[in-house]
């Protein structure tokens, strides 16, 4: 009979959601974890998400972490810590923190022209993948010399989000790099591929032994293994059908992370706790390179400019974007894809941070009040995000 028991609780605390009994946000106020549990499935409910996982951090520690909703709506399979999400742009963080590290043992210099560590012009390789590296457009382009790796992490490299957004579909430079931000998913792949011709290995072993096995992540890629065949989501559409799951990836620093909420969990407090990293380097790839004025991050309204976010010195830092509060300066980034929609954001100083991952088209429309309840945090530029509340009308 004791044997039964001690298996019986063993399993308990595998399937255990670290949940403190209270929650302490930015401004010292707190919560518990059953109103938290109470609220976000209001939130879920009201604003219809499938799907969420989320972690909230405390002294640099997870207090509260837990899954709600389906893998699947059809299927009512639930979610849980060890299911795959795909990660879309949350790769560019664990990608930054990569390159920092690269940088600490002297592998790169965040400041020395990429095409300087390469024995030929980049556009005379022939590209090993289906597109991605690729630069045969930058053979009459003298601008892309001049690129970094701190422009590439900043986005301020000149190049456009993605080339295929182009109207001829070719990669370009488009303004001086350095001098302006532009979110640039090609300006991290650019860094990516030096960085594999400079060390003959690809992304995916660099990630494994600097990143992924130091900290545990077992079920995080920047390719699908099989082995998540087993536990993933599928992405909701607004209506809550499905999106096909895209399978066939090649592995890209910007983009292509597979990941779960125990794994990045994992990432976020070994940021924190810097683990992986010096204190300095992390302070380095939080200070801000570039301000940040644009009404917008993405469409029409990224072009226009504003002061709107100037109380919060909206910025840019090496892989993160950046902005300042009176609880220290807060380091975030977003992910977005086809029934994908993710967003994180760490306050080094104080230790408090967020982790929200979703398989849903509707999440983002509670991400404003989901900060707010959780830790306290009123600064995430929501409007500069398109974070548009539920129960707001869009104008």
């Known amino acids: 009979m004791i044997k039964v028991y001690s298996i019986i609780i063993f399993l308990a605390i595998l399937n255990f959601s670290v949940q403190a009994q209270t929650i302490i946000r930015l401004d010292g106020s707190k919560t518990s974890a059953k109103a938290l549990d109470q609220q976000i499935q209001q939130l879920m409910q009201a604003a219809d998400v499938h799907g969420l996982a989320l972690t909230v951090f405390n002294k640099q520690q997870p207090v509260f972490k837990k899954t709600f909703g389906y893998k699947r709506l059809d299927t009512k399979a639930p ?54 590296d ?30 295929w957004f182009e109207e001829d579909k070719k990669l370009r430079v488009k303004f001086v790099p350095g001098t302006r931000y532009s979110y640039s ?46 536990d993933y989501v599928l992405g909701h559409k607004t209506d809550g059908s499905l999106y096909e799951k895209d399978k066939d990836n090649e592995a890209r620093s910007a983009s292509t992370l597979e990941t779960t909420l125990d ?16 204190p300095a380097t992390t302070r380095e790839m939080f200070s801000p390179q570039i301000r940040i004025r644009s009404a917008a991050q993405f469409g029409p309204l990224s072009q226009r400019e504003t002061t709107a976010n100037d109380d919060i010195e909206l910025s840019y830092g090496l892989g993160w974007g950046l902005l300042t509060s009176p609880h220290g300066r807060g380091a975030f980034k977003e992910g977005h894809g086809d029934g994908f929609q993710h967003y994180s954001i760490i306050f080094q100083e104080q230790g408090t941070g967020i982790l929200i991952l979703s398989n849903s088209d509707n999440a983002e429309s509670i991400f404003k009040e989901l900060l707010e309840i959780t830790i306290g945090d009123t600064y995430t530029p929501w409007e500069w995000e398109n974070y548009i509340p539920y129960d707001q009308v869009k104008e």
């Open 134 to 163: 690729n630069f045969s457009d930058l053979k009459e382009d003298t601008l892309y010399q001049r690129i970094t790796a701190r422009m590439c992490l900043a986005h301020t490299s000149g190049f456009p989000n993605w080339r």
């Open 263 to 278: 794994d990045y969990t994992l990432f976020l407090g070994a940021v924190l706790q810097n683990k992986l990293l010096q």
């Open 185 to 230: 998913g090609e300006g991290l792949v650019y860094l990516q591929v030096v960085l594999e011709k400079m060390t003959g290995k690809t992304l995916e072993t660099l990630m494994q032994e600097k990143i992924f096995r130091p900290l545990g992540m077992k079920n995080s890629s920047y390719t699908w293994q099989l082995a998540f065949e087993q």
């Open 79 to 132: 979610i849980r810590g060890s299911t795959n999400f795909y990660g879309a742009s949350l790769s560019k963080a664990v990608f930054a923190v990569l390159v920092m590290k690269l940088v600490e043992e002297g592998t790169l210099d965040l400041d020395k022209p990429l095409q300087e560590y390469l024995p030929k012009p980049i556009y005379t390789y022939t590209p090993q993948t289906k597109w991605h």
